[in-house]
Antibody, heavy 118, light 111 residues
Framework: EVQLVESGGGLVQPGGSLRLSCAAS????????MSWVRQAPGKGLEWVAN????????YYVDSVKGRFTMSRDNAKNSLYLQMSTLRAEDTAVYYC???????????WGQGSLVIVSS | QSALTQPASVSGSPGQSITISCTGT?????????VSWYQQYPGKAPKLMIY???NRPSGVSNRFSGSKSGNTASLTISGLQAEDEADYYC???????????FGGGTKLTVL
């Protein structure tokens, strides 16, 4: 059974940093692209970033470029999102998701809430 | 404002069929067959219901079907059941700087 479990969310002040983690199991993690998708409270879904199976390629939505860094450790079956210079508009539930072959997200974690507020 | 346009809400009675539309442009929905649909219950993670316009993942009921015409994709749910009451989001690959764009979501109410 595919499982994705996020951790690391919480309350952070504007301008601060936070690191999200996602532990993967139930599939061969090292052979899949992975993604982060976020959802602001009461709002819709927004794609944040993708990373290739070996970590050699990464893509980000314009609003987080230069502030967020996605990485992975295939030996630990883990995905990370390092977030810095956080803004109020980054407040959201962050989901880690497995990227399918057709730009679809075929499995999702339960989400990790990040609140940026003073 | 979301890149793909969905109706904010739709409703139907048990047993009926409903269709949710998702309108984009030739840079996303109209240009590629990479349209997906997700179901989301309040407080829960989204679940993939349709991928590549009309394909269902294993385990998804055949009451859910997808289609596309031009720049508009559609999700049809037949034989509505109370458990179908949820939010539904469409998404599409896009050639803009954003890899995938989502619709704003549609709240389905089963009367």
């Amino acid at each position: 059974e595919v499982q994705l479990v996020e951790s690391g969310g919480g309350l952070v002040q504007p301008g601060g940093s936070l690191r999200l983690s996602c532990a993967a199991s139930g599939f061969t993690f090292s052979t899949y692209w992975m993604s982060w998708v976020r959802q602001a409270p009461g709002k819709g879904l927004e794609w944040v970033a993708n990373i290739k199976h070996d970590g050699s390629e990464k893509y980000y939505v314009d609003s987080v470029k230069g502030r967020f860094t996605m990485s992975r450790d295939n030996a630990k079956n883990s995905l990370y999102l390092q977030m810095s210079t956080l803004r109020a508009e980054d407040t959201a539930v962050y989901y880690c998701a497995r990227l399918g072959d057709y730009a679809d997200f075929d499995y999702w974690g339960q989400g990790s809430l990040v609140i940026v507020s003073s | 404002q979301s890149a793909l346009t969905q109706p904010a809400s739709v409703s139907g009675s048990p047993g009926q069929s409903i269709t949710i539309s998702c309108t984009g442009t030739s840079s996303d929905v109209g240009g590629y067959n990479y349209v997906s649909w997700y179901q989301q219950y309040p407080g829960k993670a989204p679940k993939l219901m349709i991928y590549e316009v009309s394909n269902r993942p294993s385990g998804v009921s055949n009451r859910f079907s997808g289609s596309k015409s031009g720049n508009t994709a559609s999700l049809t749910i037949s034989g509505l059941q109370a458990e179908d009451e949820a939010d539904y989001y469409c998404s599409s690959y896009t050639t803009t700087s954003t890899y995938v764009v989502f619709g704003g979501g549609t709240k389905l109410t089963v009367l």
